[in-house]
């Protein structure tokens, strides 16, 4: 059984940075497609960004240039510049697996909160 662990989040003022973690065990990270959503109160869970077994990432379009997804091994980061107060969210970290047979593999953490605020 797959777990996933968020680590990083904090206050930070507007214009600043925060680096969020997220540690994989149970599973082999590598070969799941990875991803970081975002859910702000009273709003839909909505992709941050994601990474495919073969590295290549993907972000929502509105994130492009300020958000950095990364992974290393059993670790995926998400380092976060300029930061606005409408990025304050809860943010959670995903790994998703389509087997063959049809046999899918959904792990979410238990989220990180990031408040952007003076």
């Known amino acids: 059984q797959g777990q996933l662990v968020e680590s990083g989040g904090g206050l930070v003022q507007p214009g600043g940075s925060l680096r969020l973690s997220c540690v994989a065990s149970g599973i082999i990270a590598e070969i799941y497609k990875m991803g970081w959503y975002r859910q702000a109160p009273g709003k839909q869970r909505e992709l941050v960004a994601s990474v495919n077994g073969d590295g290549t990432t993907d972000y929502a379009d509105s994130l492009k240039g300020r958000f950095t997804l990364s992974r290393a091994k059993n670790t995926m980061y998400l380092q976060m510049n300029d930061l606005k107060p409408e990025d304050t969210a809860v943010y959670y970290c995903?790994?998703?697996?389509?087997?063959?047979?049809?046999?899918?593999?959904?792990?979410w953490g238990q989220g990180t909160q990031v408040t952007v605020s003076s």
């Open positions: 995903n790994a998703f697996r389509r087997r063959v047979g049809g046999i899918v593999n959904d792990y």
